[in-house]
């Protein structure tokens, strides 16, 4: 059974950097073809792409976005990991990570709630 | 970077009826294309994939098509438990999702 949880501040203030953490199971990261990805949705809105890591450590960013993204991996523990730079209310959403299986993103984290509030 | 448009934005339809959402492409995204219904609440689950390819454990009431650009996910005889807000993704490059479909029932 594949399950993903992301866990976060829950509360941080403008101009700090955001960090989220995707513990996983049910798959390995070192496994040809497999990737994690993260996405996020504010409040009664859509969803945004943010990022994509792969098996052998490629990755991929969301243009709009990539000079304020960072994603790693820790295939070891079975974890990824997202850091969102100079954060500011815009910011505030629900943040999902999901596994992808040869570019199919098909299983997702319940999400994690942040609010970037001063 | 690719759009995503999405239509419509919202839907209103009665039980059995026949659903069909769409997502327009901005250029060639070939089969990079998934679909996913997310609940109130609820993380986005996965519905069709590569276009046309029925998830796991989905069931057979959903199917997905392509017409060049143009993607579409149909839905036979609606039931209740299909209202929910449905996505698009394009999976080809720097993906994006579309903007959502409001399904709810009259």
């Known amino acids: 059974q594949v399950t993903l949880k992301e866990s976060g501040p829950g509360i941080l203030q403008p101009s700090q950097t955001l960090s989220l953490t995707c513990t996983f199971s049910g798959f390995s990261l070192s496994t040809y073809g497999m990737g994690v990805g993260w996405i996020r949705q504010p409040s009664g809105k859509g969803l945004e792409w943010l990022a994509n890591i792969w098996w052998d450590d490629d990755k991929y960013y969301n243009p709009s976005l990539k000079n304020r993204l960072t994603i790693s991996k820790d295939t070891s523990n079975n974890q990824a990991f997202l850091k969102i730079t100079n954060v500011d209310t815009a910011d505030t959403a629900t943040y999902y990570c999901a596994r992808i299986v040869t570019t199919v993103m098909d299983a997702w984290g319940q999400g994690a709630s942040v609010t970037v509030s001063s | ?106």
């Open chain 2, 1 to 106: 970077d690719i759009q995503m448009t999405q239509s419509p934005a919202s839907l209103s339809a009665s039980l059995e009826e026949i659903v069909t959402i769409t997502c327009q492409a901005s250029q060639d995204i070939g089969n990079y294309l998934s679909w996913y219904q997310q609940k109130p609440g609820k993380s986005p689950q996965l519905l069709i994939h590569s276009a046309t390819s029925l998830a796991d454990g989905v069931p057979s009431r959903f199917s997905g098509s392509r017409s060049g650009t143009q993607y579409s996910l149909k839905i036979n005889r609606l039931q209740v438990e299909d209202t929910g807000i449905y996505y698009c993704l394009q999976h080809y490059s720097a993906w994006t999702f579309g903007g959502g479909t409001k399904l709810e029932l009259k």
